[in-house]
């Protein structure tokens, strides 16, 4: 039993390992400053190391993203903690935070692994996978995903049988069972809060169908579906393995409907289904794509054309907002909306529906901060003190901002937004 | 150093239960499992012909299907003349 917490002194403090807390973090460690990155999960990389494709390029996320998180791994000025939680921060005075800090045990010591998978193979347990947002199975001795950085495996002890095949299989012998949580005191100058976003939960919200109706997914489930690292083959209905052909998008499923709790816009959705639908027309070329939506924000750099590329690829496009969605016997789906051109309503059938889930705040940095309080603002993002001069700046002197904890952003705002981020902690930290 | 290693289980066991649930759990997809590949004995199947001959619904189906597919038991058979349906076959090591 650890009595004292093991302390530790780093010059800036990044909260969360996402795409814009790895990016305010490099930027800080390439200008001389100690960084310690705390993520929540097993591995850093956030939401977009998740992703199939970016839009409006079509570049493969992965590619992209494991460049980068290689980078922040091992960058000498960079250290991650994964599995981790953040019990407190306290601001004592200028330049000078303490954070308690607690790492959860992997049961495999990180140094040793080689990720062979060899304990994955012994394990004889299977539960849903959560990266793979349970389309598909996974151990209990596992490697989180093929691209997750650290590449280390970790015991869900939760679901594990303590059936000892891991470890008698382990050849570096690095599974632990003894490992306990280890509790950090770490003293920082400055800290940068990246916590990223949440996404909406469909099930709460009964005419979707969401898990009643088998064929009813999200839409990082069907990022999950076409990414190289997929959970199936191909592109397959959960409910019983069929080849979909009339697939439907539902926009806005979450967004700017007060009722649901999300009355803004979430800025991502028009374009992430743009761009599924033209992967699916890709991988399915005989399948025919029904977009639903209100309006279609194409705001940024090339969107506007991408916009026009699926249009011109034989995607349809339907301003209707969707009312019920009604499971079949045969697993197919009837959609019921509303066709704004005519004002009438109507129905049509889908054999696989995507509900293109908006982004939701994520409260938690708040009840992080003990001393000075962390202010939310009305919809419960981050407030920033200046949102137009020092969009970066919180309401507490020292802490900032990184990335969609202030509010949804697609990947290059959320990169602008770690730049701006870095520089002012630099600033703060200078000063 | 192996064998000292091989200790560690064991004092986890010591201290930790193991849930009611977990073992149902494991008892059930070990019966899921040999039933898929069992029936896959007779030769390729599609996943609507699967869940008839093991009685489980086609989604679990699929998603055991899948899962034994990821850790190399079931191999993707072909699809049929309207591209709709894969069969699945056991994988030959």
Do not use: W
Request: net charge neutral; aromatic share 8%; glycine share 6%.
């Amino acid at each position: 039993m650890q009595t004292e917490r093991i302390k530790l002194t780093y010059d800036a403090l990044v909260i969360g390992g996402g795409i814009a807390g790895g990016e305010a973090a490099l930027n800080l460690a390439n200008n001389g400053y100690k960084v310690l990155v705390v993520e929540k999960s097993l591995s850093v990389g956030g939401k977009m190391i998740m992703l199939s494709k970016v839009f409006p390029t079509l570049d493969c996320s992965a590619c992209i993203t494991t460049p980068k998180v290689s980078e922040i791994s091992r960058h000498p000025n960079i250290k991650i903690f994964t599995e981790s939680d953040i019990e407190s921060i306290e601001k004592l005075g200028e330049h000078n935070f303490v954070a308690k800090v607690t790492r959860r045990p992997r049961y495999v010591v990180e140094e040793d692994c080689t990720a062979c998978q060899l304990c994955e193979e012994a394990c004889p347990v299977i539960v849903k996978d959560q990266f793979q947002y349970g389309l598909v199975g996974r151990k209990a001795a596992y490697i989180p995903f093929s691209i997750c950085s650290p590449k280390v495996a970790a015991i869900d002890i939760d679901n594990c049988t303590l059936c000892g095949a891991c470890e008698k299989v382990c050849p570096p012998g690095c599974i632990d069972f003894t490992m306990k949580a280890k509790q950090y005191e770490i003293s920082v100058k400055t800290a940068i809060v990246a916590t990223g976003f949440e996404l909406f939960d469909p099930s709460t919200v009964k005419r979707y169908s969401y898990q009643e109706g088998k064929n009813v997914i999200t839409s990082m489930q069907m990022e999950r579906l076409l990414a190289p690292t997929r959970p199936f083959h191909t592109i397959l209905r959960p409910s019983d393995g069929k080849v979909p052909d009339k697939i439907a998008y539902v926009l806005c499923a979450g967004s700017r409907d007060d009722s649901m709790g999300n009355p803004i816009c979430s800025q991502i959705c028009c374009m992430y289904s743009i761009k599924q639908a033209q992967l699916l027309m890709g991988a399915l070329p005989m399948a025919d794509i029904t977009i639903y939506y209100i309006d279609i924000r194409a705001f940024g750099k090339g969107y506007d054309e991408f916009y026009e590329q699926a249009v011109s690829m034989g995607v349809r496009l339907v301003k209707g907002k969707i009312g019920k969605i009604s499971e079949k016997e045969n697993g197919n789906l009837v959609l019921r909306y509303e066709d704004v051109s005519t004002g009438k309503l109507k129905e049509a059938e889908h054999d696989f529906v995507v509900l293109s889930v908006g982004a939701k705040p994520n409260e938690e940095p708040q009840s992080l901060f003990k001393t000075q309080k962390l202010e939310l603002d009305n919809l419960k993002y981050v407030k920033q003190s200046d949102p137009l001069l020092s969009p970066a700046k919180t309401t507490i002197e020292g802490v900032f901002v990184a990335g969609a904890a202030t509010g949804p952003k697609d990947i290059p705002d959320s990169i602008l937004s770690a730049g701006c981020a870095s520089t002012e902690a630099i600033s703060y930290l200078n000063s | 150093m192996a064998t000292e290693k091989s200790m560690t289980v064991k004092i986890l066991r010591e201290t930790h239960k193991v849930s009611d649930e977990v073992k149902d759990n494991l008892k059930q997809f070990n019966k899921d499992k040999k039933s898929i590949l069992e029936a896959l004995k007779e030769g390729e199947q599609t996943i609507a012909q699967l869940s008839k001959a093991t009685g489980m619904d086609r989604a679990k189906t699929l998603y055991i299907t899948m899962s034994l597919a990821k850790f190399g038991f079931v191999a993707v058979g072909k699809v049929d003349d309207m591209d709709e349906y894969f069969t699945y076959k056991l994988k030959t090591k």
